[in-house]
C-alpha cells in the first residue's frame, strides 16, 4: 500500500541566496550545509521545516515497496542543491548534492541506532543522539559511529527521483 511518509527538510533561504550570490559564492553552495543558509551565522543549528502538503492533496513523496518516488516539482526543498529530506518511514537521507545529482543514505546511526535526530550542515549530516558527523556520502567524519552510512541506490528520470532502500 503506497504511503505518505513523514518527512521533515530543509532548504535555502532567500536571503542566503542573496548573501552569496553578493558575495559571489555562489560556487561553493554546495559546499555548505542548509544550516548555513537557513540560520544566522552564528546559529550552527539548521532550520526543520515539516513539509508541506501540496496544493492538490497529493504527496510530493511517497513510499512504496521500498521504493521512495519524489516528485521533483513539488518536494521544494530537495530541488535545490543542498537540501534534504530526512523520510522517517523509510528511515533513509536524501540529498540533493548539485548537477541533478542525489545521495541517499540510511538513517539509521551506525553508533547506536538513531534514525531520525538528524541536521545537515556545511554538507554534514549530524546525529544529534551522540554527535556523530557524516559527510553527504555517509563516510564517517567524526565518531562515535566508526562505519559508514549504508547508500541507497538513486535514479532520476525526468522530473522524478526515486530511491530504492531495500
Ligand atoms: Fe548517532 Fe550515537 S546513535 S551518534
Do not use: Y
Not at 526543520?48 to 496544493?55: M, N, Y
Request: charged share 20%; with cysteine.
Amino acid at each position: 500500500m503506497k504511503t505518505n511518509p513523514t518527512i521533515k527538510s530543509g532548504h535555502l533561504s532567500s536571503e542566503r541566496r542573496d548573501f552569496l550570490r553578493k558575495s559571489g559564492s555562489l560556487a561553493i553552495m554546495s559546499m555548505f550545509g542548509i544550516g548555513f543558509f537557513t540560520s544566522c551565522a552564528e546559529d550552527e543549528e539548521p532550520r526543520l521545516d515539516d513539509s508541506t502538503p501540496p496544493a492538490n492533496g497529493g504527496s510530493a513523496i511517497s513510499f512504496e515497496n521500498n521504493i521512495i518516488t519524489v516528485d521533483l516539482d513539488r518536494a521544494e526543498a530537495l530541488d535545490r542543491t543542498g537540501g534534504w529530506t530526512l523520510v522517517i518511514e523509510a528511515r533513509a537521507l536524501i540529498v540533493n548534492v548539485g548537477g541533478g545529482n542525489f545521495n541517499a543514505l540510511t538513517s539509521v546511526c551506525t553508533h547506536s541506532g538513531c534514525d531520525r535526530n538528524w541536521s545537515f550542515n556545511n554538507d554534514v549530516f549530524i546525529c544529534s543522539c551522540h554527535g556523530s558527523r557524516f559527510a553527504n556520502d555517509g563516510a564517517v567524519l567524526q565518531g562515535p559511529a566508526l562505519t559508514p552510512l549504508r547508500s541507497f541506490p538513486t535514479n532520476v528520470d525526468g522530473r522524478t527521483l526515486t530511491v530504492n532502500v531495500s
